[in-house]
């Protein structure tokens, strides 16, 4: 499992471009946003305005005719302020957590077409945090930024240009200010940026200690280093500290700054603008309030650019997700006559007999260097089994692999019924197979639901026979809802063996011609274990199948056993025959037989 | 005795007490600086209009009289603006002091509570890291920690702004007119209700949010997890249905949260905007009867400005504060569970020495006992194999002698060179103990300091050798790095193989006299098994050695065989004596070499 150094590549306009299909279909939904929110910030400026005619009219002018009408005037555009608040608000999170949803479903879709080298390569966290937090913070770009710049720069521009018209020589001395708290801004925001940044690590670095304190107590108890990782847990928590004091006073700098140049703005409208208060006091007061009005607008901007560059990380990742290509694709013809996984088109598929034939097989995995198999040919006709044995970790699942077509050859083909598995669907492919593995997955969801998994259509009478067929069927009296019993990680109910019973039902409910078994290494009980024994040679009965084996009985009996080891094959051929030559195979096989047995003896 | 969860969280804020009260203060002033911008415009616009008799306090009236007397000041309004920047410096500084001291008096106390939770959790009994599942201690330290964190530096101290703000505001208003400053108020009481009233409303679909977030967050790990099956039987499809419903769900639940949202701000928008509204007409009336200035006008405007907003951000300030309340609660139930404590009388000890289990008894709960009435001697610098299936209580022996569960009284003793261990300081048994696991747990750290992290100082000669001993060697040069390549998380993926290999050598690095094997060769292949054995053999002659183990090849090599079954010593002897008698040890016996005998016909 690598984990991918983080290459940033600079995207045009912070990748506002890919994001576009997925913001066409809202576009309604924006434009109008944009429009409230124009209508809402012109409100505000206007509030101003009512403001200064209030001054000019009522208070200076000393009347109190008309004031009926502003009232109701000030009620309608408060009331307006307040729906057309109501619509941009709903408008942009519904935007904002539609393209999120959108967003994700595209990326899980992409995912389930993505080939098996992808997953090797990433871990499923990483895979998973693309999914779930990168697509989250995504849509409020094409919402909120979208939102909150209109209204910010509706704001500024409405101010300077009510503020011109009125009194142009103080607006320049106003607007005069604008350029340079803008340029003090940005430089704040820079150092920020990286201060936030050292200070995400930082946290990130505190959390896995406390996981690594957490999950190796044992071992650190045992050697006593308590105190050492105490001590070294404190040079994280001190650096935490200083970094949070160099932005506190980072960040507190920057609010003085804000607060400064906002007073000095009120400042300059006081010494050059306090003559017209003698004249016009609604004016002086309007000057004061756009001055101050406009300070905040200038900090979002720059605070929305700063976003935009973490935003654009986010998206570079959730889009680089999605333009990864499937090492293991079907070609277009293939596509037109099979269909794909989402809209297969079953009319066209051939049913399979369940040969399978490696011919001239050169195989080496995507990240690796070293072929791990040369010029490999093998036949397994039908009704066959294979068994494939060696060491943990010596490349056994490669052949399954293969035959899965989760990997495709290097060089060479693999056949199923005498013709190449590029030449039809992996759908189709994986219709015809059936799978168990090492650790069963079920899914959550009961256990009904589970063994439809296997086939979806299934009647309960199906599903118990299955069950039956693999004596799980005992388990259900001790379940109080039967069928309906959570299955899943939640469903803590079922052991280990139980699990294993439930996934091979699954897999004789599917039926599959061809069956590849990866065989669990972990000890059950006695009974479950015979129980075990006595499925596998059920489910294999009839079928193809290539187990990857530690389980004797299931070697012994296979037609063709291949050992594997360092990912080639140094051995194979039938139990006796292997035997004979003493070999690798030979050891395995002996060592195991020592092992199932002082098991038993000491069970 | 129930501690009370402010009082907890006040031992962390204590260390840092002075530094929050210097916090408080500095606020204190920036914010009543801020204040006065209102009363220079008021008296700025005042005396420009030069109409209306100003009314200030005595000592204001003499510091005007000071410069020139109002008309004076009115037409130099340069003075004004001057005072108004100087105020802001003012405010500026004490508000850049606020924070500073703020942010460093929380972190202090964060970083208090974090190394506390650290350091307790290390020390915390084995048994207590079994009870409590790893991902509910982990959330517990850091985002709840994080909860606290934003309350103690965001709320409180917003809180206590708001109030401040509020005393000032009110004194000033009075100060100017007492009616219309309750004119002003009183609407802002419905504002507090509705905000209140309404975040507690919301809490409820904002929890509901995140559930499903989290089962849509679980949907999606499970098909990543779970890729073979889905592929293997052709899911895709109704993987991705599964997915899309849950997430349509997911987002119609905020879309509906958001309306409410929306529908809040809109709602209070409006009440704010008739408050002000009503302010201004009212005030509009007053000044129409000469009961208030224009000056005076303004500045009542400007104050309620100021208030506004915080007031309508308090229902919000008072939800989080129900939030903080459960975070400190989960924090304080790790802190107050007991630390690993040695009893007064216990001593260092060297261990040397005989290892006597005398009458062991020992269960995890009341109903079950693992270990039955265990008795046996490891004579010291001898090897002890045990032999034992799952079950037989072989595991409990380990964590028994290492401390790792105390062993209560009146259940038998465990003595190590006739001492009993209850009396020996923990550290100084576990460090004299070198226990290496089947599952080896390496830290995110590099090799060398794995190996080495029982020293104080590295010493790459003694790791090199500790290395070497463990067969390592050849494994480390051929990384890039080498000894310096980092392992774990953020590193190589060592196989099972290496990390036992790894904490074997880590192992050795301290030379403790006892040495436990808990099936730790498992994963290590034949001839490197035997090359370690004998590594290990030439280099720990003296040591007492105990070997956890299913292989007879393995256990012949030892002193003595002690065979557990079902929590009782079934057998006990040394390896030739226990061939000869009928028992487990000769049935395992002969199932291995007997197999090998016949396989070699």
């Given at each position: 499992m690598k984990m991918m150094e983080e290459k940033h590549k600079k995207l045009p306009f912070f990748g506002i471009g890919k994001l576009l299909p997925f913001i066409r279909p809202y576009r309604t939904m924006i434009t109008v946003m944009v429009v409230c929110g124009i209508l809402g910030t012109m409100w505000d400026i206007a509030a101003t305005l009512l403001e200064r005619y209030a001054l000019n009219h009522f208070i200076a002018g000393h009347t109190t005719d008309t004031l009926w009408l502003f009232v109701i005037f000030s009620i309608i555009g408060v009331m307006a302020m307040g729906a057309l608040g109501y619509a941009c608000g709903t408008r942009a999170t519904t935007v904002e957590v539609s393209i999120n949803r959108d967003l994700r479903n595209a990326a899980f879709r992409h995912l389930q077409t993505l080939s098996f080298s992808y997953y090797s390569q990433n871990s499923v966290g990483y895979i998973h945090s693309r999914l779930m937090s990168d697509a989250s913070r995504i849509g409020s770009l094409a919402s909120w930024t979208i939102m909150e710049s209109v209204w910010h720069i509706a704001y500024l521009i409405g101010a300077i240009v009510v503020m011109f018209s009125i009194n142009a020589k103080l607006a320049t001395m106003v607007v005069s200010i604008v350029p340079l708290v803008a340029l003090l801004f940005s430089l704040f925001q820079k150092k920020l940026v990286a201060v936030n940044r050292e200070i995400r690590e930082i946290n990130s670095r505190i959390t896995s200690d406390f996981n690594e304190g957490i999950t190796g107590a044992r071992t650190v108890k045992s050697l006593v280093i308590e105190s050492k990782m105490e001590h070294d847990f404190r040079k994280n928590t001190d650096d935490m500290w200083r970094k949070s004091s160099r932005h506190a006073r980072l960040r507190g700098l920057f609010a003085a700054t804000m607060g400064f140049a906002s007073s000095l703005a009120l400042a300059i409208v006081l010494w050059k603008g306090g003559y017209i208060a003698a004249e016009e006091v609604g004016t002086f007061s309007m000057f004061m309030a756009y001055a101050q009005g406009m300070m905040e607008p200038i900090r979002w901007l720059i605070d929305s650019i700063s976003d935009l560059i973490t935003t654009e990380v986010n998206i570079e990742r959730l889009f680089g997700l999605m333009e990864t290509q499937p090492d293991v694709a079907d070609s277009q013809a293939v596509i037109e006559k099979y269909g794909d996984c989402f809209h297969p088109k079953t009319e066209n598929w051939e049913p399979i007999r369940g040969d399978i034939e490696f011919r001239h097989v050169d195989f080496k995995y995507p990240?690796?260097?070293?072929?791990?198999?040369?010029d490999f040919n093998l036949m397994i006709p039908f009704g066959s089994s294979i068994a494939i044995v060696g060491e943990t970790g010596a490349g056994k699942s490669t052949l399954a692999n293969l035959i899965c077509r989760f990997y495709e050859p290097t060089a060479g083909q693999v056949l199923i019924d005498g013709k190449d598995v590029r030449e039809r669907s992996q759908y189709w492919l994986h219709s015809a197979l059936g799978y168990v593995l090492q650790t069963p997955h079920l899914f959550s969801g009961s256990i009904r639901d589970n063994l439809l998994v296997g086939k979806p259509d299934a009647t309960d009478d199906e599903i118990i026979s299955a069950l039956h067929d693999v004596s799980a069927d005992t388990m259900l009296e001790h379940l109080e809802r039967g069928l309906d019993s959570e299955a899943g990680e939640s469903g803590d109910l079922l052991s280990m063996g139980e699990k294993q019973l439930i996934s091979f039902a699954r897999a004789i409910l599917a039926d599959p011609r061809i069956l590849i078994l990866d065989e669990a290494t972990a000890s059950v009980d006695s009974l479950t274990e015979a129980k075990i024994q006595a499925a596998i040679a059920k489910i294999i009965h009839g079928r193809t199948s290539v187990v990857i084996a530690h389980r004797l009985s299931t070697v012994r009996n296979a037609d063709m056993i291949l050992v594997v080891k360092d990912g080639q094959i140094i051995e194979s051929g039938r139990h006796e025959a292997l035997m004979a030559q003493k070999g690798a195979y030979w050891r395995l096989y002996t060592k195991q037989a020592e092992d199932d047995a002082t098991e038993k003896i000491l069970a | 005795m129930k501690q009370n969860k402010y009082v907890f969280l006040w031992r962390y804020i204590r260390p840092a007490a002075w530094s929050f009260v210097a916090a408080i203060v500095s606020v204190e002033i920036a914010t009543l600086t801020g204040m006065l911008h209102p009363q220079i415009i008021r008296a700025a616009i005042d005396c420009a209009i030069g109409k209306g008799e100003p009314s200030y306090p005595p000592f204001v009236m003499k510091l005007v009289e000071s410069v020139g007397g109002f008309g004076y000041l009115g037409s130099h309004l340069w003075i004004m603006a001057l005072a108004i920047v100087a105020c802001a410096i003012v405010q500026m500084v004490f508000q850049y002091a606020f924070r500073v001291i703020n942010t460093k008096a929380t972190e202090t106390m964060v970083k208090a509570m974090r190394d506390e939770l650290y350091s307790h959790i290390q020390r915390l009994p084995y048994e207590w890291h079994t009870r409590n599942q790893t991902g509910d201690i982990i959330q517990r330290c850091t985002s709840d920690v994080e909860t606290i964190k934003g309350f103690v530096s965001g709320q409180l101290a917003s809180l206590q702004r708001v109030g401040v703000m509020l005393c000032f505001a009110l004194f000033f208003m009075i100060g100017m007119n007492g009616m219309l400053t309750l004119i002003a108020m009183l609407p802002l009481i419905v504002v507090v209700g509705y905000s209140i009233y309404f975040h507690k409303i919301v809490e409820e679909r904002f929890m509901a949010c995140d559930e499903n977030e989290g089962k849509l967050s679980a949907i999606a790990q499970e098909n990543l997890t779970g890729v073979r099956v889905v592929r293997a039987f052709g899911r895709e499809s109704h993987e991705l249905d599964k997915f899309v419903s849950h997430n349509k769900f997911y987002t119609s639940l905020w879309v509906k949260l958001s309306h409410s949202l929306a529908l809040f701000w809109s709602v209070s928008d409006v009440l704010s905007g008739l408050q002000l509204l009503l302010l201004m007409v009212v005030g509009i009336l007053y000044c129409h009867a000469g009961k208030l200035t224009a000056g005076e006008y303004i500045a009542f405007i400007a104050y309620n400005g100021m208030l506004v907003w915080p007031i309508r951000e308090l229902g919000r300030t008072i939800s989080e504060m129900g939030k903080t309340g459960v975070s400190i609660e989960r924090v304080r139930q790790i802190i107050i569970e007991p630390e690993e404590r040695d009893a007064a009388d216990a001593v260092e000890s060297d261990m040397q020495g005989d290892i006597v289990f005398d009458h062991v008894s020992f269960g995890y709960h009341e109903s079950s006992e693992v270990l039955k009435d265990v008795s046996f001697t490891i004579p010291a610098h001898t090897t002890l194999g045990i032999l034992g299936g799952t079950g037989s209580g072989k595991n409990t022996l380990m964590l028994l002698l290492d401390k790792m569960y105390s062993l209560p009284d009146g259940c038998g003793t465990i003595s190590v060179g006739g001492r009993?261990?209850?009396?020996?300081?923990t550290a100084s048994l576990r460090k004299n103990i070198g226990i290496v696991l089947q599952e080896a747990f390496l830290f995110s750290r590099t090799i060398a300091e794995n190996i080495g992290i029982g020293m104080n100082e590295l010493d790459m000669k003694e790791i090199e050798k500790a290395a070497g001993a463990a067969c390592l060697s050849e494994t480390i040069t051929n990384f890039t790095d080498s000894y310096d390549t980092m392992v774990g998380e953020r590193g190589v993926t060592l196989s099972g193989g290496q990390r036992q290999r790894t904490a074997i050598a880590r192992c050795l690095?301290?030379?403790?006299p006892i040495l436990i094997f808990d099936?730790?060769?498992?994963?290590?292949?034949t001839e490197t098994d035997a090359r370690i054995r004998a590594e290990l053999e030439r280099r720990f002659g003296t040591a007492t050695v105990i070997l956890i183990s299913h292989r007879i090849t393995t256990l012949s090599r030892a002193d003595h065989i002690l065979v557990l079954d079902k929590g009782r010593v079934s057998q006990y002897g040394t390896p030739e004596e226990l061939k000869e008698q009928p028992g487990i040890y000769r049935q395992v016996y002969e199932a291995q070499t007997g197999l090998e005998g016949r396989a070699a016909v």
């Open positions: 990240d690796g260097d070293e072929y791990v198999l040369r | 009993d261990i209850r009396t020996i300081k690095v301290g030379s403790p099936d730790s060769l498992s994963a290590v292949d």
